[in-house]
C-alpha cells in the first residue's frame, strides 16, 4: 500500500505515528494526494472534516467542561477543579485541543487540495466553493473554541508535508488568530456558503446562515457591537441565508426525531444507525439515572442557584424542558437536579445506555442569534428594537414580555440563561461580557438549598479562566509557553 503521510502535526495530534498509521486513511483524518479527482472525492473529504465534530462535541470534553465552569453546572459535591478553578497544569483536557488542531489540519489539507482543483463547468464550480465554504467554516469555528479555551494558540493555515516544519511556530495572541483566520474564514464562509434551503437531506452541512451566526457571536466576543449587529441583521432582518423560525414549543426544540427544524442553524449529527451514537446523556446524569441503569452518574449536575433563577421567574415550560430531578433518602445529597436537553426520557436511559442516542449537540439555533442580536442593538442604544427580538424568546417560552425600560444587559444575560441553559454558551457569555469572575464567584461562595460546600474562600483568578496549554505538547515543543498562573 502506498505510504501516506498525514498533514496532522504530531506537535498538535497525541496519536503514535506508527507505520500501520501511516498507512491506513481514517475515515477523519485527511492526507495529501488523496480523494481528490472529482467533486464526489473532494465532498468524502470534507466529510472526513465534519467527522471530527462528534469527537469535539460528545461527551467529556468541549460541552462538559464549559458547563462545569459556568454557574450552572456542578459536580455533586461541588469540589471538582473545573467548578472551584483550582486547576492545575494537569487538567489541560487534551482532547480538546488534540480534535480541534485534528480538524484544522484536516480542513488545512483539503483547502490546499481544492486550491488546485479544476471545475469541470459552472455547476461543480459552485459546488466546490461550497465545500470550500463549509471546510473553512469548520477551521474558524474550530479556532473559536481554542482560543476561548486556552488563549493564544499556535495559528497554522497550511497544511506540512514535512512534520519537521510543524514545530516552532509559537504561540499566536488571540487577536491576531481572530483578526487573520477566524474572522476571514467566517466572512469567505458567509459570503459563498450556501443556504440551508439549498441543503436538503444535508442539513448538517455549514450554511450561510451559521456562517453569519458564528460570526455575529465572534463579533459579540471582540466587543465590535456595530458590526455584530451587521452581521446579525443580515440573518434576521434581510434574510440572506433564507427564513428561520422559532418553533411554537420550545420541548420540540430538543427531540431526536425532529432534528434540522425551521429553528436549528447548525447541529452535530449523531446517529445510532450509522455508527455514530451519542452518549453526553451519561455525562448529566446522578444517582437517579443510576436507579434506571445508566453507568457514568453524577459528572454534571445543576445547580440550585440556577433552578431558583428558573423559579423566581415564573419559568415553567423552559424550566422543566432543561432541567429535572430526584429525591433518593438514602444518598447523601438527597436531592439532586440533572440535565435533560438532547437527552431521552428516564424510562428510556437503560436500552439507551447500551446504544447511545440520536440526540444531536446544538450548536448554535435561531434563538441564539435573535439574543445576540438584541444584544447588540442594545449595545447601540436601540433599546426598542431589541427588547422585540427579546421578547420573541420570551413569548415562545410562554414568560411576559419585558419593557424597553427594563432591558438591559443582565436582562438579556438572563434570558440567554433561561432559553440556553446546558447548550454550551453560559460560561462564554459571562467571560465575554466580563461578568465571570463576580458572577460565578458569587454562585461558588453563597449555600443554597443543598448547594451548602463553600469550596472556595475568595474571588476566583482571572487565570483560572482558560485552561492550561497541554503539557505533552509543551515538552514536544519548547515555543509553547505554558499559560500564566499554571
Not at 44 to 51: E, P, R, T
Not at 142 to 150: D, E, H, S, T
Not at 290 to 299: D, E, K, P, Q, Y
Amino acid at each position: 500500500m502506498k505510504k501516506i503521510l498525514l498533514i496532522i502535526s504530531s506537535c498538535f495530534l497525541m496519536m503514535a505515528c506508527s507505520e500501520e498509521f501511516l498507512n491506513r486513511q481514517p475515515e477523519d483524518a485527511l492526507s495529501p494526494g488523496a480523494f481528490y479527482k472529482n467533486q464526489a472525492q473532494v465532498k468524502a473529504s470534507l466529510v472526513g472534516c465534519y467527522k471530527v465534530l462528534q469527537s469535539i462535541y460528545n461527551q467529556t470534553d468541549f460541552p462538559l467542561v464549559p458547563e462545569l465552569m459556568s454557574d450552572d453546572g456542578k459536580d455533586r459535591f461541588r469540589t471538582d477543579v473545573w467548578q472551584t478553578f483550582k486547576k492545575t497544569n494537569a487538567d489541560s483536557r487534551i482532547n480538546i485541543w488534540v480534535n480541534n488542531y485534528k480538524m484544522i489540519a484536516n480542513v488545512n489539507t483539503l483547502l490546499g487540495v481544492i486550491e488546485t482543483y479544476k471545475a469541470k463547468d459552472a455547476a461543480e464550480e459552485k459546488q466546490i466553493l461550497a465545500y470550500k465554504s463549509e471546510a473553512m467554516f469548520l477551521r474558524a469555528l474550530a479556532y473559536f473554541n481554542l482560543v476561548r479555551i486556552y488563549g493564544d494558540v499556535p495559528l497554522v493555515s497550511k497544511s506540512f508535508t514535512d512534520l519537521n516544519t510543524a514545530f516552532g511556530i509559537g504561540r499566536t495572541p488571540v487577536a491576531e488568530v481572530y483578526s487573520k483566520l477566524i474572522v476571514p474564514d467566517l466572512e469567505f464562509a458567509a459570503a459563498n456558503a450556501l443556504k440551508k434551503s439549498e441543503l436538503k437531506g444535508e442539513e448538517a452541512r455549514a450554511s450561510k446562515g451559521a456562517a453569519l451566526t458564528m460570526l455575529g457571536k465572534v463579533y459579540l466576543t471582540l466587543n465590535n457591537h456595530a458590526k455584530a449587529a451587521e452581521v446579525l441583521k443580515r440573518l434576521v432582518e434581510d434574510n440572506e441565508a433564507g427564513t428561520y423560525a422559532l418553533l411554537p414549543n420550545y420541548q420540540d426544540v430538543f427531540s431526536s426525531t425532529n432534528k434540522f427544524h425551521a429553528e436549528s442553524i447548525f447541529e452535530v449529527n449523531f446517529n445510532v444507525a450509522a455508527g455514530q451514537p451519542s452518549y453526553w446523556f451519561r455525562w448529566v446524569n446522578n444517582d437517579v439515572g443510576l436507579i434506571w441503569g445508566v453507568s457514568g452518574a453524577t459528572n454534571l449536575l445543576v445547580e440550585h442557584n440556577l433552578m431558583r433563577e428558573f423559579v423566581n421567574s415564573g419559568e415553567s415550560i423552559r424550566y422543566k424542558t432543561t432541567v429535572d430531578s430526584g429525591y433518593i433518602a438514602s444518598s447523601t445529597i438527597p436531592i439532586q437536579a440533572w440535565v435533560i436537553k438532547h437527552c431521552p426520557p428516564p424510562a428510556q436511559l437503560k436500552p439507551f445506555n447500551n446504544t447511545g442516542t440520536d440526540n444531536n449537540w446544538v450548536v448554535t439555533r435561531y434563538a441564539d442569534a435573535l439574543l445576540m442580536y438584541a444584544e447588540a442593538l442594545l449595545a447601540l442604544g436601540r433599546k426598542e428594537d431589541a427588547a422585540k427580538y427579546v421578547n420573541m424568546v420570551r413569548v415562545r417560552g410562554k414568560v411576559p414580555p419585558i419593557t424597553a425600560a427594563g432591558l438591559d444587559l443582565d436582562a438579556i444575560l438572563h434570558e440567554r440563561r433561561m432559553e440556553l441553559a446546558f447548550e454550551g454558551h453560559r460560561y462564554f457569555d459571562l467571560v465575554r461580557t466580563g461578568k465571570a469572575i463576580p458572577v460565578i464567584t458569587k454562585a461558588l461562595m453563597t449555600p443554597l438549598d443543598y448547594d451548602t460546600n463553600i469550596a472556595i474562600s475568595g474571588p476566583i483568578s482571572e487565570e483560572q479562566l482558560i485552561l492550561p496549554i497541554p503539557v505533552a505538547e509543551i515538552e514536544k515543543d519548547q515555543t509553547l509557553p505554558q499559560n500564566s498562573g499554571y
